[in-house]
Each structure stands twice: as C-alpha cells, then as structure tokens.
C-alpha cells in the first residue's frame, strides 16, 4: 500500500469561487465524489480572500511560492505566511505530505477547460498526457516568463493547475461546476491509474508553449486606450496569424499581431482575463507543439505514487 | 436657451467599468461623441472603489441615497458621504443643477441592453419610452421591493439606470463598450428632442414590472447548495411558466417555478448577478406588461428640459 497522498486545491484565488463551491458540497456529501480509495487532502487556498471574494489581500498567492517569499520568514503578509503554511501542512516533507498537487482555478477568458503546467517537469508532462488523453482538453506551458514567478504548484514534486472559463469572478455557473467535477474526477481515475499500473501512456502530448505576454495599448498615464477587438474575444486556443486584429480603439484603429510579434501562426490564451490587467496582460501567445512522450517521464510517475 | 442639463454617471459601482472606460477616451477626445450642445456634465460615481477595481468600499452607493442616509450628517462613510457629495455638486438644487441623471451599470447577467427605472415616475416612463422606442430595447420598472431602497437616480426629478451586459466585473469587453455607446448617443440625441419639441412619444411602452426576489435554495449555514439551472442561465427577459427549472443541485434535485410562485408567465432578470448574492438575490421576477403612454408624461417632460 502507497503513501501517496494528493493534495487538491481551490480557491488559491477568492473571487474564483466556482472549485470552493464544489469542494463544500462535496466535504457535506462525501460520497459525491468516487475517490476509487486514493487518499486525498482537500484545502480551500485562500480561505480569508474568498470571504471577500477577492482575489488576494496583500499579494496574489499563486505568485507567492518564489524562494525568496518562502525563506524570508521576515515577510510576513496574508499570502506570504500562507504560503508557508500550505507547504507546512501538506507540502512533500510537511505534516500531511502530498507529492501531486492540482489547484483548481477559473478565468474569465474563454478557455473552455484546460491545464497549466509550469516548466517541463518530467512527472507533470507525464500526467497531463493522461488527462488529456482522456478529455482532448489543451495544456498550456508556461516557461521562460521572468515576469511572472512563484506558482503554487512548483512547490511540489508534481502538480499543475486547472484552468476552466469563462467565468465572471464571485458567480458559481451550472457549466463551471460540471466542468470541474469531471476534469476532477478523471484526475482522480488516472492517478489512480498510475497507482494500479494500469495507465497507458499516450505517444505524444499536445502542448501551447509560452512566447510572450501582450499588454493593452496604453496611454502616456498608462490607461489602456484600446480593448481586444471582437475577432479575438472569445477565441482562446485559435491560431491567429500577423494580420489578426488584437485590439481596436474607439476611432477604429486597429492592433495586428505583427506590431507585437515577429512569428506567425500562434496561439493567444488568457484572453482579456480581469485579474491580468493590473499583470499588464492582455493575453498570452503560444505555439502548438507537438512532444514525443518520454518513456521516462512515465517510469518517473511511477516512482512517484509507489513511496 | 434653457438652462437644462444632463448629468452622466459611470463607476457607481467601481467593479463596472466599461462606462467608466468610455467616459475617460471622451474625455481625452471630446469629439468622441456628438453631444448636439446639450450641457452635459459627467462624474464617476464611486472613485475611490473604481481604483481598487471593487463594488464599494463600506456600502453599496447606489442603495446610499435612502432619506435616512442623505440626511444624516453623523454617518460619514465614504459612501453615504459621497451620495451627500453628488447631490451637492449634481443634485437639481446643486452647484452645477442637473435635472435629468443616467446611471450607467453593467452587470453578470445576460441582460443585453436594457433600461432601469424606478418607481413609475412620469418624467422617467416619457424618456424610457423614447429610447425604447428608438433600440427596442427593455424596461425594468422597479417598484414595491422594500428590501432594496436608495437608488441614485431617485434623488433626481428624472433618471434611469442603463444596464448592459453579460460581462465579467472589471474587464473592459469590446461588445459592452460599443452597447454603452450606442445608448448614451440615442438618449443625449433623445433629450435633444425633446428640448426641441420634435421629440414623438409612443403609444405604448412595455415594461418588465417588479415581482419577486428569488433566492438560491441554501443550507441550514445559508451557503447556497444549488446552482442556476442551465435552462435558464443566459435567458434574462424569456418568459417562463410554473415547470420551468430555477435552480438545480448536484445531486440532480431540481428548485422549479411554482416551488416559489403562484404566478405563471413570469420573466426573470438578473439571473446570477454576482453582486447580488450577498443580497440573497438569485434572479428578480417581472410581469411584463404593456402600459399606455400617458400624454401628460410628455407635457411633463417637456415642462422639465425648459427650465
């Protein structure tokens, strides 16, 4: 019998209430969800800023597990010390220790349901492959993004994020919820796959891979003066080329991807998500990559739930 | 020349922020929009909230303008004092006499564009039938609901409450915009009308008359445990009867009509508003219903453009 032990997060940010909303019924009605006997903690991330259903209180916490936050125990804001409190309680050497992680958040662009997975750790590229296998949902892979650090996810040995819109911040939607429910509970059978040595790998895995944040055209003040132009709202995953319209203002002029980026052929997610204004992001290019499936990344899994 | 003026708010509440949006570029350019010589004068409602991208900071502005409010001096939070402030500055007695106010809102809900006006005042149902007449668009009459009280617009001899959306709170979206364009152009060309007497009332207006507030079915704890159900997510303004779904739980237990109405051919609105959780309002139900066009509503009218 394993020790392993999944952890399951929600609400890392307050005003994404959707996943917290699943979890309380599902802590009221355990039998809601058929866990196939994996031992599973479950922990709403930001308990105080979901109260306010806002986003964070002092700084957003799926930024705040950068080393420097983590060994300074001088900084001693909400997020910081929660942080540390995450990894204390359930980290992989903590109290409860947890080897995979999935935090389960929702945006306000349209990504449909997707995952987020942060650098190409073997084990996470090893289970993203399962879980899209069996939803064909898309992962986006975010590397090489100096601007933006601190995952909650990269604090543990495995574990990527769980991205589901759109959504409006503070609403619980029919959709959202049954979207989240079913990404969880395939989780839950593929983990529990790897477990019995029964998961078969896929050949190869589907990835967006970071290029580049777009920020809004903005004025001398810094106030964006254009807004995503309607050929690309709503079209997160599409491939747009360097004569897209990203943004218009109101006199009609309009931003081409050219005036951005040199490549063509790329992908913009995250589009026109409300917490990534004040990121100064717009949107997020990618480029479709196909990856030829590790066989190690496979044997590494395994090792990993056998501890 | 009459003295009449026209008072535009945005950011009343300070998560809504397309108007607010649209009112910074016309102020960058004034040639934005064609105001036909009407003096206008435009303020944001709630500045401070706007800047941290929320509702309110101590209570909801726009339930701040109840008589007990405005009238008592002792309470100084920042949103009774700065009702008092609007009044002061805008209100028909004020440094800068506006007589006509349009409060511009957006909202989570599917509600299109639409009009908000409360009680049946005839100032309000002569310029809310000129712009229906002109977009066709709806009419919300808000009257007899005791548990929310201390609209903005009721502290002005006339005004209205435009709506519009769906849209996420503090996301500024291209279709949202160009809505609140379209609206604030159609009633400044409206009023113009009027003020010319070339103004041509309808024989009729339709409005969408108060009803009920409907809660979500919640816990002995008061958490919501179920959700809008998808039959009706997105269908503000479609008729519904007593077996129509209102909410649904995650055990599959349907919340229909009749469970909370005797009424049959309802029309609900703001269905998931997320600002109206905390309110304990799930969706408003409406009758709608035809009203006569009164034509002493226009002579009034008439008389209050030609102060």
Redesign the interface.
């Known amino acids: 019998m394993t020790s392993f032990q999944l952890l399951l997060v929600a609400g890392t940010h307050g005003n994404e209430i959707n996943a917290p909303?699943?979890f309380?019924?599902w802590n009221?009605?355990p039998s809601?969800i058929n866990t196939n006997d994996l031992k599973i903690k479950k922990v709403i991330g930001n308990p105080i800023a979901r109260k306010d259903c806002?986003r964070y209180v002092d700084r957003d916490l799926n930024r705040s597990f950068s080393p420097e936050l983590l060994m300074n125990s001088e900084i001693k804001d909400l997020e910081a010390s929660r942080a540390r409190e995450l990894i204390r309680d359930y980290g992989p050497i903590g109290t409860n220790p947890c080897q995979l992680v999935i935090d389960f958040h929702s945006t306000?662009a349209c990504m449909g349901s997707s995952i987020v997975v942060y650098g190409s750790r073997s084990y996470d590229l090893a289970i993203a492959s399962l879980i899209q296998k069996r939803l064909q949902l898309p992962i986006y892979l975010h590397e090489g993004d100096n601007s933006q650090k601190g995952f909650l996810v990269e604090s543990w040995p495995c574990g990527f994020v769980v991205e589901i819109g759109?959504?409006?911040?503070?609403?619980?939607?029919?959709?959202i919820?049954n979207q989240t429910?079913l990404i969880l509970e395939t989780c839950i059978n593929e983990i529990s796959s790897v477990i019995n040595r029964q998961a078969i790998f896929p050949k190869q895995l589907i990835v967006h891979r970071y290029l580049q944040n777009i920020d809004f055209p903005k004025?001398s003040l810094g106030?964006?003066?254009a807004?995503?132009?309607?050929a690309i709202?709503d079209k997160d995953w599409t491939t747009i080329n360097a004569d897209t319209p990203l943004f218009?203002?109101?006199?009609g002029d309009i931003f081409r991807l050219s005036e951005y980026s040199n490549e063509n052929q790329v992908v913009p997610v995250f589009i026109?998500e409300?917490?990534y204004?004040e990121k100064n992001i717009a949107m997020i290019l990618t480029k479709k990559e196909a990856l030829d499936f590790d066989l190690s990344w496979g044997k590494e899994l395994y090792e990993l739930v056998s501890i």
Chains 1, 2 share one sequence.
């Not at 807004?227 to 309607?230: C, N, T, V, W």
């Open positions: 909303w699943l309380d019924q009221k009605k809601l806002k306000t759109p959504v409006p911040q503070g609403l619980v939607h029919n959709k919820v429910l004025d106030i964006p003066n807004f995503i132009h309607s709202q218009v203002n109101l006199e026109n409300a917490a204004s």
